[in-house]
Structures are given as C-alpha cells and as structure tokens.
C-alpha cells in the first residue's frame, strides 16, 4: 500500500518570501501522480499543482513549484513571494496510475501553513 | 462544466440517530466517487469510492455505508450514528483520464454526533 508523509505539521513564513513544504511517499509502482491540494479555513479542497511520474521536468503554477525526486521518492512545494492568501493547510497526495485503483489519492497528515505580514 | 453539490454543510445528530449525506454531480459522465472523513487537523481518509452504479468498495470498516443510486449520485449512511462518527466530510469525484485527473472536492459536511 502506498503511504504519504508530511514530516512538518506546520510552517510560517513572512510574507513575500520563499517556503518549501515537504512530502516523501513510499510506492513500488513506476507510473503514479502526485498532487498538492490547498485547504483554507473554508476546508474547500482547491488543487494547487500536479505532477505526472513519468515526466522529469518539475511542474510550475505560477509562484508555486515543486521538486520532483523520482528515485527519493520526494515531492516538496514551493511557495515563492508569499501571500497572505497562500495561508492555508496543505495536502500532499498519492494516486496511481492503474485504473484499477478507483483513482483514489492517498493524503498526506498535512502542513499548516501561516503567512505573517 | 463540471460541479459537485453535498449537503447539508453541517449537521448536529444525537447517537443513535440515522444518517444521510447526499452527493451529486454534474457535467459529467461516469465519474468515479469518493467518500472521504477528515478528523480536526487531520488529513483526509478514503471511506468508499465507487466505480459506477451500485459498485461500492468500502477502505475501511465502519459503522457507515455508501450507495451509488445513480451514476451522478453518491450517498453515505448510517442506522445508528456513534459518538466517534463525528467529522468532515468530503465528497470528491474524479474521471480517469491519461495524463492525470485530481479529485474535485465538495464543499463538505460538518457532522457532530452529540
């Protein structure tokens, strides 16, 4: 079964500076993706980016990147020029790319992000 | 385009009471269904998912259940809820497609067992 761990429960960063959220996850499947989910306090599930395994290049949305470590098995975020909005609990999560699956995700334990002004 | 609607957005129910969260769909065909339970400051876990009608697969045992009535509609229930029923509640659908597909969330269920 493949599992998600997010090692830091929460961060802060001041606002228009840098942070980087980490993920590892543990797979033994070569074809999977990989996604960053935003929950404000609404608790609204909103996607922030996706990555697809199979591709090197990291995925960009924006001010948000991440770094794809294929063989660690790492997927961290960053938040570049922080916003006051980006405050929020972030979710990594798993999914396989076999359709037998049910595509479901596989969730993270989160990261509680605060932007300070 | 593609919506979700779950509802109601919270719910106070005594122990012992029934329950019903109903989900549905919309702009889409065929989606597969998720039922998802975040604890307070918690990360979601997967509940049900459902690959079409009246095709449930349970992740964990529970004392909830899901039904799958209607291609676009999903329903968790319970005969008789407990106090440690309580949660968020998130319904999510998603369609497999090459090139990868994210889950789109619904705006969640509030439940308190009191």
């Known amino acids: 079964a493949q599992t998600v761990t997010q090692s830091q429960p929460e961060m802060s960063v001041q606002e228009a500076e840098t942070v980087t959220l980490s993920c590892t996850y543990d797979?033994?499947?070569?074809?999977?993706?990989l996604f960053w989910y935003k929950q404000p306090p609404s608790r609204q599930m909103i996607l922030v980016i996706r990555q697809e395994a199979y591709k090197q290049q990291n995925a960009t949305e924006n001010r948000f990147s991440v770094n794809f470590q294929k063989a660690a098995k790492s997927f961290s975020l960053k938040i570049s020029d922080s916003q006051l909005g980006d405050a929020a609990m972030y979710f990594c999560?798993?999914?396989?790319?076999?359709?037998?699956?049910?595509?479901?995700?596989?969730f993270g334990e989160g990261t509680q992000l605060t932007v300070n002004p | 385009s593609q919506t979700i609607h779950q509802w109601p957005a919270t719910l106070v129910q005594p122990v012992g009471s029934p329950l019903s969260l109903e989900c549905t769909v919309e702009g889409t065909s065929n989606p597969n269904l998720y039922w998802y339970r975040q604890a307070a400051g918690r990360g979601l876990q997967l509940l049900f998912y459902s690959v079409g009608i009246g095709q449930i697969s349970s992740e964990v045992p529970q004392n909830l259940s899901a039904s799958r009535p209607q291609d676009r509609q999903f329903i968790l229930s319970s005969k008789k809820l407990l106090l440690s029923d309580s949660g968020f509640y998130l319904c999510a659908w998603s369609v497999f497609i090459r090139g990868g597909t994210e889950a789109f969330f619904g705006q969640g269920t509030r439940l308190t067992v009191v």
């Open positions: 999560a798993y999914r396989s790319a076999r359709e037998t699956s049910g595509s479901r995700l596989t």
């Open positions: 797979t033994s499947e070569s074809d999977y993706y």
